[in-house]
Nanobody
């Protein structure tokens, strides 16, 4: 069964840190670029970071640049999003996705485009209190 599972969310105070994981099963994550997205209450899903198949290309949206770090370990079929300096506006559900066609979508300074990704996990909730 092809599956992406996000984990690591929780509730933290402003300025705190969390590390999210994105575990893939049923397929080889290393064939795909990975995007992290989030959806705040009442807002559309926003692409915040992407990483290429081999990890040599990384990009962040301006909203998280300098505070979040994306990484991946293809040996264990897992990607990560380290988040520090969290702010209340970072509150939302965080999703990881895999791109289509595999490994061919651009990962640019604008961050990942939702239309380039077609497989998603169910998300993990992050709540940042002020």
């Amino acid at each position: 069964q092809v599956q992406l599972v996000e984990s690591g969310g929780g509730m933290v105070q402003s300025g705190g840190s969390l590390t999210l994981s994105c575990a893939a099963s049923g397929f080889t994550l290393g064939h795909y670029n990975i995007g992290w997205f989030r959806q705040a209450p009442g807002k559309e899903r926003e692409g915040i970071s992407c990483i290429s198949r081999t990890g040599d290309v990384i990009a962040y949206s301006d909203s998280v640049k300098g505070r979040f770090t994306i990484s991946r370990d293809n040996n264990i079929n897992t990607a990560y999003l380290q988040m520090s300096g969290l702010k209340p506006e970072d509150t939302g559900i965080y999703y990881c996705g895999t791109d289509w066609p595999p490994g061919e979508t651009p990962c640019t300074a604008l961050g990942p485009k939702e239309s380039d990704y077609n497989d998603w996990g169910l998300g993990t909730q992050v709540i940042v209190s002020s």
